[in-house]
Nanobody
Framework: QVQLVESGGGLVQPGGSLRLSCAAS????IGWFRHVPGQEREGVAC????????SYADFAKGRFTISRDNAKNTVYLQMNSLKPEDTAVYYC?????????????????????WGQGTQVTVSS
């Protein structure tokens, strides 16, 4: 059973930054997603297990950066220039069979292991 633990959420003013962390029990492709109650879960960014592919949702391009510390089995999501519409619960997820070696996906249906989520609130 893959274990994922997110951290780093909180309250930040518009224009501010946060860095989310996803500590995993192994080395996997990781996707970051976010969810606002009443809306569909949406992909934010992902990284393949070989780190060669990184992909971002259009709203994240230029503001968010996904990276990995292999020694710590931790994937980070650096979020800059945050906007109120970025307010959501952010989740990291992985596909535990290890298929996403050279690619990753923003489709949540392809991921089978999820963390508990971390709240990000952007407000003045």
């Amino acid at each position: 059973q893959v274990q994922l633990v997110e951290s780093g959420g909180g309250l930040v003013q518009p224009g501010g930054s946060l860095r989310l962390s996803c500590a995993a029990s192994g080395h996997f492709a990781i996707g970051w997603f976010r969810h606002v109650p009443g809306q569909e879960r949406e992909g934010v960014a992902c990284i393949s297990s070989n780190d060669d592919m990184k992909s971002y949702a259009d709203f994240a391009k230029g503001r968010f950066t996904i990276s990995r510390d292999n020694a710590k089995n931790t994937v980070y999501l650096q979020m800059n220039s945050l906007k109120p519409e970025d307010t959501a619960v952010y989740y990291c997820a992985t596909e535990s069979l290890g298929r996403m070696t050279t690619y990753c996906s923003g489709s949540y249906s392809l991921y089978d292991s999820w963390g508990q989520g971390t709240q990000v609130t952007v407000s003045s």
